[in-house]
Every structure is written in C-alpha cells, then in structure tokens.
C-alpha cells in the first residue's frame, strides 16, 4: 500500500476532453498491467482518486462526442481492464478467482457499472453479449444522470408555481401555442433526445430500460410513500419517452404489448405527469402536452377507447388539454391544404412551436409535408446557372423549425431526402400522381433549399442522423477507388452528385467533419481523385475541399491515417470490434501532386508537431509523413523554418531540396524563336500546327514553361490566339496547375529583376489582373500561393511582398469583387440567413466564373466544355480563404505589420463563411506566439478582427473592450482576471448547466465548437495568447527586420535554438505562471470564492497547461517541483529509522492516525509523509491539505494531459536538482520518485529520457545517504527502504532492458554496501 501511494498520483479523476486529450489518456493509469497489483494494494477509499469509465462516457455524451468515440473509449476500458486482471493474476499469490473478485472490488479504472465488476465472461472468453448488456448498462446510467441534470436545470430556470395569465402572453405565444419568454434550455433536451434516439434506434439501450428508469428518477425504488415525488414530476420525462415512440419497433413492440394488457407504461406515464406545468407562469406546450400528444399518437394501440379514463381516473387532469392537440392540427391541415405553407416556413417562434407539437401527435405527418414544400407537386422549374443545372424550386424550411420537431421527424425528412434526393446515380428522384420514383426530363439537379435542410438536419440531430453521412463517405471513397484503376468515366448525374456532395461538405459540413470519430482518414476518401479528376470544375471544387479538410486536422491521427493504407473506410456501425493495431507504412506513391496541397500538408504537419508532439505514437515516423506529402521535399526558406519544429526542421537540412528551376525571360525568349510549333499561337484555324504545339507540350517537364510563353507573346503588340492557348492547357492536368502558376511567378519576378526594377511595373500589374480575372487562364488563388508558397524568403524579397499586396489589396478587378461581397453582406449565421442564395446568385451573376479557360473566347469554345456542374455554395472568394489561410502565416514570417494589418482589415469579411474561424485564429496565434510580428496592439486587434465573430463567442468584457480599442495592454491580467479564467474552465470541466453568459449565442449545435469544454477552453487560449503579444510588444519591436537596414537574419539550425531559448525566457518574466500557481495550491488566495471543490481546478489547469504553448504554463509549472523539493518543510525532515528491509510490507496495513503519540518521536514525522502522499480528496476531507500533496496533483494532471516535451522538463528539473547538491532528506526522494512513478508507463518508451530520471534518482540517493547517517550496513529509513521498493518494482515492471540499467550502474556502485547490493541485482539480472 505505501508503494501505491508513491506509484499512482493523489488524484487521478482526471476528465476524458473530446478531441483534446492525447491517445493515452483514455487509457487510464490505474488500468495499466504494470499497476494492477498496487493498485489492489490500496483501499477502497484510496483508490476512488481514479477515474471510472461511467465518468469517460458521462464526460463525451456531455461533450457531444461522435458515438464511435464514446463506443471506442468503453472498448479502450474493457480491453486496458482485462490486461490488469490478466497482470493480477499472473503476478499475484492470491487463488485467481479471489484476485479476480478483488481486482474486481478495487479496480477504479475497470470497465464496472454501479461499482459492480462485470461479468466473468465479459473478461474471459467472448462475452459479446454481456458486453453488449454492459454498455447498455453504461450508456443508460450515463443518460439518465445527464437528463436528471438538465431537468432540474430547467425547473430551477423557469417558474413552475406561478399561474399563466394568458392576458399577458408574451410575443411567443398565441391563443392555441404557449411558448416562454426564453427557451434556449431546450437545447439541451434536443441533445439528449438526438442522443436516446439513436441508442434505442440501434438497440444499444431498450426502450423498456429507459421508461423504467425515468420513472425511477420521480418515484426512487426505496421508498413506497416516494416523499418529494411531485418536486421530481416533469413534463420532460414524458416529452422524451415521445420521441421514443416514434420509432416503429418501440410503437409495435413493448409499447403496443404493454396497452394490449396491463397498461403499466400508460399508468406510470400518468403518474409522471406534472398538471402544474401546463397553467403555469412559464409552461411550454411543446413539453407540456406531451402526454396528450402521447395518447393521440398510440390511439390506435389503446384498447376500448372509451373506456380509458375509468381504468386511469388521473387521465381527467390531462385530457382537458387535449382539443389544443385538435386544433393544431386542424389548422396545420387547413394550412397546407391550400398550400400557404405559413407554419412550414418556420420563421416565427410560435408557428415553429406549432408545427413541432404536430410532428409529435402524428407519425410522419410533418416530415412528409415538409419534403413537399422543399419538392412541391407543382413544376416550377428553375435554374441553377445555365440550361443544364435546373431544378424544381420548393420553400426554404427555417432553421428553428427544424431544431424543434421530434427526432423520428428529423430522421424521416433526411431519409426522404436522402432517397430521392442524393442517393441515385440516375439523379434526383419524383413522385408524382402516385408514380414509382423516377428522373424527370427538364430537371437535373437539387434545389438550393434541399441542400441547405440536410446541412441543418445532420448539426441538429448528429446522431440519429450520422448514417446518412456514413454512406455518403462510403460511396465517396468507391468512386475514389474506382479513379484510382484509371480511366474512370463518369455520368453526368453522377458527376453532378460529386459536385453537390464536395460543395455541401466543403462549404457547410466542415465543422461536423472537424470533430467527426474518423475525420483524420477522411482524407483517404479523396485521393486517388485529386489525381485523376479531367472535368476542371470538379477538381477545382475537390482542391479547395481537400485544403479546407487538410487545415482542420489537429491531431496525431492525421499523421497516422498517412502511413495507413490499410483504411478500408469508415466503419458504418459503432458496435464493430475494435480495430487492430495500424501497421504503418510509406505509401508508394505521394499523397498529392498538387504543389498547393503538398505544402499546406507540410505545415499542417508540423503545426500538428508543435501543438500536440508525436511521444504518445510508438513506431509513427515523422520523416515517413513528410516524404509522403509530395514526390520531392519542398525547399522552404529561413523565414518558415525558424517557426518549424526541431524535429521537421531536421527532416528539410537532411533530405537538402532543390529550388525549384527558375525560367529567364532571355531563355523563354529563345525557346519560341527556336521552336516553329510556336507560331500556332499566332494564327487560328491551323489544325496541325495547334496539334503539333499541343504535341509539344506534352511532357510534363516542358508544361511550367506554356504560361511563361504565353505571359511573354501577351506583352507584345500581337498577343496570342487565346482558342489555341485554351487547347494547349485543356491538356495540362489540374492538379499542375498551381505549379504551372508558380512557375509564371517566379518568371514575371525574375523579368522585373533583369529589366532592374526595384518594384513591379503598372503593365505588369495590369497584364497579372488580365491573366486572372479577364481571360481566367489562371486562378487568383493560385497566384495568391504562388506567392507566399514559402520557397522565398518575404523578409529580403521586397518585389513578391509587393506583388502580393498587389493581387489582394490594389488589384482593381479583385477590389470590384470584394467590394460587391461587401454590399451583398454575406452572414456569418448563414443557417438563419434566408437571402444567401440569392446573394450567391447575384455575385456569379456578376462575375461569371469559367472553368475551362473560356472566359475571353469569342463564339463557341471549341472543344466544348465539359459539362456544367451546379454551383450552391462556391464562388472565387470561398476558394481563395484556405489559401489565404496558408498566405497569413507567410505574411506574419515576413515581418511587415502593415501589409499584414492592411489584408486583415480589408479581407476579414470573408471569414464570415469561414467555417472554423476561431480554431484557424488559435493555431495561428499558438504556432506565431514567439513571431514579432504580432507583437502589436494593432495588428493583433485586426488578427481578431478579422476572424472572431464576437457575436458568436463569450469572451471577457476585458477581451471585449480591447476587440473595441478601448484596452492596449495586458495590465489587467491580475489574480481576480485569473481566477475568473480557471472558474471558467472548471465550470465547463465539471458539466455546469447555467444560464448563456450572452443572451444572443447561436445554439450550440451551430457553433463552430459544439463540445462546451473544448470551446471555453480555445475561447481561453485565444486570449491569454493575445494578451502574450501585448506584454512582449514593448520588447519586439526591435526584433523585427527592418529590409533597409539589412543585417543578418536567423538562418542556421544553432541561430533557431537561441531563439528558443530567448523565447524561453520571455515566457518566464511573464506572471501568469505564477498567479495561477498561487490561485490554484492556495484557494483561500483567490479574490472571489470558487463554486467548486476538490481537485476540479487543479485538473482545469492541467487540461489548459496543455492547449497553450508549454513555455507559458505546463514548462513553469514542473519547473516549480524544485522550488517544493527544496523550500516545504515537510519534505526536509528524515524519515524514521528502520533497522531491517522488506521488499513490501505487507503486515503493516493500518493506515497512520491523525494523532501522534508523544512517546513516539517519529509519529509526527511519519504522520507528515503519509499525508504528502495521501489521495487529495482524502486529505481534503479529513483538513490534511498540504501544499507538497496537492503540488503532486498539480504537477500529475499537467503531466497527464502532456506530451514527452513536458517528460523532457520535468527530466531537467530533477537533473538539476541533482547537480546542485542540495538535497538533505529522504522524504525529498521519495517525493521525487511519486513524480517520475505514475508516468513509467509512458516514459518506458522513450529510453533517453527514462535513464536520465532514474540516474538522477540514484545520484540524489548517493548524495543523501552521507546526510542522513547512513553508513551502518543494516541502517535504513522508512523513506529509503520505499525508495529501494520503487527502484525493484521499475525493474520488475518497467525494464528497459540490460544495455539501459547498464547505464546506471556507475550510480548504484557509489551507494552504501547494503543498498548497492539490494539494487546490482537490476544491473545483474
């Protein structure tokens, strides 16, 4: 027991964050084999400081985890379980059936329900079926404590015992609809009603299971006369037992049986009901005619009608209600019927609410009539772009509606749409004058409005739902396979199917893509069709989504899906057995041709590398994953490897890239001179001659040089046959494009700097704005790119800075489009913006876009375009934004504020329809914390500016005010601003429902971050980052390169480390460390009491040290282990004598008193150990709370939540405590060794790293024995004899293996001859 307590941390509740915590936090310590028998050492009530797998599954339905996370965690639990029991029982003395009930009894980790163990051949054999009983088991106390939760929320929100007075209805109501004034908490049930829907809709959780234990939540089972049963009555109960009803194998099956006989569930649902919610102050006809509706819905189920309220008198309070039902329905009938479709438009509350009480009376009703009005009977056909993309226009069905309506109605309306809508190869699907579905002639496409409903649908109901979109990524990746056999044609239904599904997912769905379970592999189902694409259109629509998806990745399962080519898609149900172990491998050939896309892959990855670091993935090869991105490595210039890992900076000085060649005006000049293919281009109608040009530019190597020529023949007085130059490119492949352009970049650049000029020339300016927005033979993003590639260095190259302000600011063809985006006024709310597509229309309206190079054509292209694809979200300016997400990091390594402020003032506009705005903002501020650039008040504010829609974020009121300009400084960043920081996180942390702090949040479902955790603490980084850049701005402004003084510039591996640790060191004179450090060990410090106890603000600092930069909170925070070792007091006493080792203890089990005996010198100094290492909340409890203790808590869920940088730190810490000599006691080992015990599992890994601790472990031993009289051979402590414990429990569990321990025997020969000889047996053996 006294080994375990060194062993595990004081407190390991640590809580499981979606798409934030590392691979190996799932995997929880206390699971670990190598800690399965301390573990069982520890009591009851010492082993509840860990983690439970009900809290892994409470925390991610809380979080809104993707449901094959929340099935992959309980399978990470069940598997991590029996390892430990296997562990037990192989090492233990113990007959293996008792180990079994202990492991079982003490596990804290294992996969238990109600702190029972499961079953034996849930552990042992198959067990697939009392697995499958257990995660019901799971899943169902999971949901049932949540619901419980938000209902008491909710009745503590509204007022339940003030009569309606139906004279003052507010502007929500109506005389047959009740709405509140304020309604937003039902977000909240429509999440968990999505979420019971999809767990009885695939048979994970019966229905049975969740009527019965609703009904024990109002009347507890142990107690006949149920005291407080009419303050636990709520309508809400029923209102989600409703949606329940709607599936038809819950309705024909224990429902229909159950009125068939007894009637129980009717009986118990009466009891539920509460009547005083309906005529109160704040009832909700919604959830308070729920039971009504209920009766309506399974009328024909109930036996003799007539005869019900008899055998149910309570029926009486609730029926009274019941013609409201009627009515509704009446008037929902009336109305569609003469087809004015005022309630199906949503656009009021009250009629919204009205046609969402109706989709629960009856099935199917309003999901059939709302596929009617988005695809009306009626012809009206419209069209999309031209003749060739029409549709058959219907209505806009509002938002609200669609949140509103039951679940069974959500998932109706998609299947419908789904099915006649965008599952056919054939096209889109009809019905009409009761006809099998078919095409119709004349109507080609989706309308605009359809497209927008299923984008709503799956952020509304992501659950239910998901399996739509699990077969729309499966035949994705089909028709990715069938491109990758080559000579892949396509239909055109099909090809319009494709171009629908990438805008919809490029354009809407990338925030559900972003925290989506398989979202990492995603890339898979696109590759071979980067490549093999023909039709322009598409490809440029596919580029665009492959930047956008490639930009989203935020984790190590990126770098893994790279090296995976196994992936056999993504798996359509949740309850498959869990995958084997990734074998990975380099593909054979490159993930992307596309220079844009390889490159933006390429800082993707190191972003990746800096944010979270690859230490947790054995045997993941970074080398690997960069020679993968492109067929040869990319050079990039001092300017971007100074902001690159170590690790990915090692890669490029290895592999030495070559520039890429550049081509002089002088030698394109002499190639067309030279070449008679040429004079093609200066006459039409000579078919030979075009093919011989087009012949001639066959071979890939020679293509780079067409645009050059074409640029040089357009600067003379004849330009060149612009049909002729359109037949050439039609036979370069798309994915070159953007080479192709950067060649013509660096051509136009290396002209302007033989004809010496200092900057670009009008003509130049003016012949780039034809050659992007007139004739269209090259895209603006791709000059955007072309420019800011990163092959260059922006710092000394003045002319490509120049030309970039250029194509983005002064371009006067590029400024009419943006400023016409301007006066369109696109939404960042555009789910509620109803004029989108109109204002879509209106912009290519404007300016038509042209795919095949035919925008400046006379007469009729030839050959004829392929055919044309129907545009509903895309235009020039959603294309540019991932490309100018890639430029504005090139545009802070330049160092030139005013270029960078200048583009962020004038283009922050179009982030509006950015779909991960915030998270683009926090890693650009995560990657350039240390960039001088954005050590500015002004250009910091326009970095916020441009990305944040304040609206749609709950920041600070001092965030707020400097967003305004009203605050320049960081002066406020004081202990009451800190402490306002972590009871933030430690609200979210702890699952707070509470009033929004601002009344005007977008629902959670449509916020970019759903996940309430991880979207305060991204809110959080991104202003303790902002207020970084102004407390360095003072200091920076001297760092920045000023191109008219020259200088030398950082551009050698050593140059790049002294930067790192100046950084370092600007990061330790910054106070905030230090205030947090203080508020959380000394919570009596804080200005303001907090709400919670315990170790949840200390376990919110863990999870924040680790989303900012390590230098600013998680390096300061183990750094301090030093200051504790050497300053607590009760480290720096000796341990009481012990005169004989035991190698565990195992006769000593009671636990020390809180009293010390006078008699006994040593109690007080024992007492005081035992409490160090004490659990947390066990010394909380008993007002044994010691700073040392809760240091250790501290410093472990820092070290949990981190990567082997932070390992690294907390390696040179104790290495220096080591070297300094200063260690006197044993108890201050001991502490140490509690450091370096919970983590052995993940340091065993990483060799360097483990010997290094270990050595300095045995170097302090040396050191102390001397200090403490250590030199009789049977002289011992109670301290050390632990300590030589730890040091043979490492070897047992944890070897490295004999070349490692070799390593330290130096060490172990300098100890005391007793101790050396307990120890030479890890070197010997």
């Not at 000029?757 to 790119?785: G, N, Y």
């Not at 400023?819 to 939404?827: E, I, K, T």
């Not at 960039?931 to 749609?952: G, I």
Request: with cysteine; glycine share 4%; aromatic share 10%.
């Amino acid at each position: 027991r006294r080994l375990g307590r060194i062993l595990l941390p004081p407190d390991g509740s640590w809580p499981l964050i979606s798409h934030a915590s590392r691979a190996h936090t799932v995997k929880h310590v206390y699971d670990q084999p190598g800690y399965a028998l301390v573990r069982d050492s520890l009591t009851l009530e010492e082993t509840q400081r860990g983690a439970s797998a009900s809290r892994v599954v409470a925390d991610l339905l809380y979080q809104r985890a993707p449901i094959d996370e929340v099935f992959a965690a309980m399978r990470n639990h069940r598997t991590m379980q029996r390892k430990a029991m296997a562990a037990v029982a192989s090492d233990s003395y113990m007959p293996n059936s008792k180990m079994a009930d202990s492991g079982s009894a003490n596990g804290p980790g294992g996969l238990a329900v109600n702190g029972n163990a499961p079953s034996g051949d849930s552990v042992d054999g198959d067990g697939t079926d009392a697995e499958r009983r257990e995660a019901s088991m799971l899943l169902l106390d999971a949901m049932a404590h949540r619901i419980e939760h938000i209902v008491r929320f909710i009745q503590s929100q509204c007022d339940f015992d003030t009569l309606l007075d139906e004279r003052q209805l507010n502007a929500n109501s109506d005389s047959t609809m009740i709405v509140p004034r304020s309604f937003g908490y039902w977000e909240h049930m429509n999440e968990v009603a999505d979420q019971l829907y999809y767990f009885v809709l695939s048979d994970t959780i019966s229905y049975q299971d969740i009527h019965e234990r609703f009904y024990s939540l109002v009347f507890p089972a142990d107690s006949d006369i149920h005291p407080g049963s009419e303050a636990r009555k709520d309508n809400s109960y029923i209102w989600l037992l409703l949606q329940l009803l709607h599936i038809e194998k819950v309705a024909a099956g224990p429902v229909r049986h159950d009125l068939a006989g007894d009637e129980d569930m009717l009986d118990q649902l009466l009891q539920m009901y509460n009547e005083r919610q309906i005529v109160s102050r704040d009832a909700f006809y919604l959830r308070d005619l729920a039971l009504q509706a209920t009766m309506n819905h399974q009328q024909a189920n109930i036996r003799d009608n007539h005869g019900v309220k008899f055998r149910h008198p309570r029926m009486a309070v609730a029926m009274p209600f019941a013609p409201v039902l009627y009515q509704l329905q009446s008037e929902f009938g009336q109305q569609f019927k003469d087809e004015k479709y005022a309630l199906l438009e949503g656009r009021s509350v009250c009629a919204a609410m009205k046609t969402a009480t109706v989709s629960q009376i009856r099935q199917y009703v309003v999901p059939n009539a709302l596929y009617t009005f988005l695809v009306p009977a009626r012809e009206t056909v419209q069209q999309l772009q031209g003749p060739a993309t029409t549709y058959l226009q219907g209505g806009n069905v509002g938002y609200q509606l669609l949140d509103f309506i039951n679940v069974g109605g959500k998932h109706r309306l998609l299947q419908l749409i789904y099915k006649m809508m965008l599952a056919h190869e054939q096209g889109p699907q009809f019905q009409f004058d009761g006809r099998q579905p078919s095409t119709r002639a004349g109507i080609s496409c989706v309308a605009p409005h359809v497209v927008d409903t299923v984008y709503m649908l799956l952020y509304n109901a992501p659950y239910s739902n998901e399996l739509m979109m699990k077969e729309v990524l499966e035949k994705l990746r089909r028709c990715d396979k069938a491109m990758a056999q080559g000579g892949a044609r396509f239909s055109a239904a099909n090809l319009r199917w494709l171009y629908t599904v990438y805008q919809l997912m490029n354009c809407r769905l990338l925030r559900f893509f972003k925290y989506y379970a398989h979202a990492s592999h995603l890339v898979h189902h696109l590759r071979h069709s980067l490549v093999h694409v023909t039709h322009r259109q598409l490809y440029r629509s596919l580029e665009c989504f492959a930047l956008c998806l490639v930009n989203l990745q935020h984790d190590v399962g990126f770098l893994q899906a790279l090296l995976d080519p196994a992936y056999h898609g993504v798996p359509l149900t949740p309850h498959a057995s869990a995958p084997g172990a990734i074998r990975y491998s380099k593909p054979k050939h490159a993930w992307f041709e596309c220079a844009m896309l390889s490159r933006n892959a390429a800082v993707v990855v190191a972003r990746i590398e800096t944010m979270r670091g690859l230490g947790d993935v054995p045997g993941l090869s970074l080398d690997d994953c960069l020679d993968s991105l492109a067929p040869q490595p990319q050079l990039w210039a001092p300017a971007v490897l100074r902001y690159l890992p170590r690790a990915v900076r090692a890669y490029y000085a290895r592999c030495a890239p070559r520039a890429s060649p550049r081509v002089s005006p002088t030698a394109v000049q002499q190639l067309v001179d030279a070449r008679p293919e040429h004079a093609a281009l200066l006459r039409a109608g000579d078919a030979a001659a075009e093919a011989a040009l087009v012949a001639f530019y066959a071979p890939a190597e020679r293509q780079a040089l067409f645009l050059c020529v074409v640029w040089a023949l357009h600067a003379r007085d004849t330009p060149p046959v612009l049909a002729v130059v359109r037949r050439v490119l039609l036979a370069f492949p798309p994915s070159q494009m953007s080479s192709h352009t950067s060649a013509l970049v660096d051509f136009v650049v290396a002209g302007e700097a033989e004809r010496g000029s200092a900057e670009p020339t009008d003509a130049t300016k003016a012949q780039l704005d034809d050659f992007m927005f007139r004739l269209q033979l090259v895209h603006h993003e791709h000059v955007v790119f072309a420019l800011t590639r990163g092959e260059h260095d922006l710092r000394t190259d003045r002319m490509r800075l120049l030309l970039t302000r250029h194509v983005l600011l002064e371009s006067p063809q590029f400024s009419q489009r943006l400023d016409a985006w301007h006066q369109l006024d696109f939404q960042g709310r555009y789910w509620a913006d109803y004029g989108h597509w109109e204002k879509q229309t209106a912009y290519l309206a404007r300016f038509p876009e042209f795919f095949e190079f035919e925008a400046a054509l006379d007469g009729a292209p030839e050959p004829t375009p392929a055919l044309s694809l129907p545009v509903y979200y895309e235009n020039a300016m959603v294309r540019l934004l991932p490309v100018l997400e890639f430029a504005l990091g090139r545009m802070v390594e330049a160092e030139d504020r005013s270029l960078l402020r200048d583009v962020l003032d004038r283009m922050g506009i179009l982030y509006r329809l950015h779909q991960v705005p915030l998270t683009t903002l926090m890693n650009t501020l995560f990657v350039y914390f240390n960039a001088p650039t954005l050590h500015d008040a002004a250009v910091v504010r326009s970095l916020n500016r441009a990305l944040l829609d304040m609206s749609q974020q709950n920041f600070s009121p001092e965030f707020a005010r400097f967003m305004a300009g009203e605050l320049n400084d960081c002066a406020h960043v004081d202990a009451r601003y800190v402490s306002r920081i972590i009871e933030r996180i430690a609200r979210v942390v702890m699952r707070h429902l509470g009033p929004a702090d601002k009344p005007d949040l977008p629902e959670i479902h449509y916020r970019e971050i759903p996940n309430p955790i991880l979207l305060a603490l991204t809110e959080c980084v991104v202003e303790l980052l902002t207020w970084w850049c102004l407390h360095c701005a003072p200091a920076s402004a001297a760092r920045l390169h000023d191109p008219d003084a020259g200088g030398p510039l950082p551009a050698t591996e050593a140059e790049f480390r002294a930067e790192e640790q100046q950084r370092r060191a600007r990061a330790a004179a910054w106070p905030l460390a230090q205030l947090w450090l203080e508020l959380t060990m000394e919570p009596e410090r804080r200005p303001e009491p907090g709400a919670y106890a315990g170790a949840t603000y200390i376990h919110s600092t863990g999870v924040l040290a680790n989303v900012l930069p390590d230098e600013l909170l998680a390096f300061p925070i183990v750094q301090h282990l030093a200051r504790i070792v050497l300053e607590e007091p009760e480290l720096k006493t000796v341990s009481g004598p012990k005169r004989y080792f035991s190698f565990v203890e195992f006769a000593r089990t009671a636990r020390f008193s809180a009293t010390a005996s006078d008699d006994d010198p040593g109690a007080a100094t024992r007492f005081a150990a035992t409490a160090v290492f004490n659990s947390f909340e066990q010394n909380r409890k008993h007002a044994m709370a010691n700073r040392p203790n809760t240091y250790l808590t501290l410093l472990h869920s820092v070290l949990h939540y981190g990567g082997i940088a932070t390992f690294a730190t907390l390696s040179e810490t104790i290495h220096a405590l080591a070297a300094g000599g200063e260690l006197c006691s044993d108890t201050q080992l001991l502490y140490l060794c509690a450091t370096a015990g919970p983590i052995l599992y993940r340091l065993v890994a990483h060799e360097a790293l483990y010997v290094q601790i270990l050595g300095d472990l045995l170097s302090i031993l040396v050191q102390i024995c001397p200090r403490i009289g250590l030199f009789d051979s049977d002289a011992s402590t109670d301290a050390v004899e632990q300590i030589i414990d730890f040091f043979c429990f490492v070897k047992d569990q944890f070897d490295p293996g004999r070349p490692a321990w070799r390593r330290l025997a130096p060490h172990i020969a300098a100890l005391p001859t007793l101790l050396r000889y307990q120890l030479q047996c890890m070197v010997d053996q």
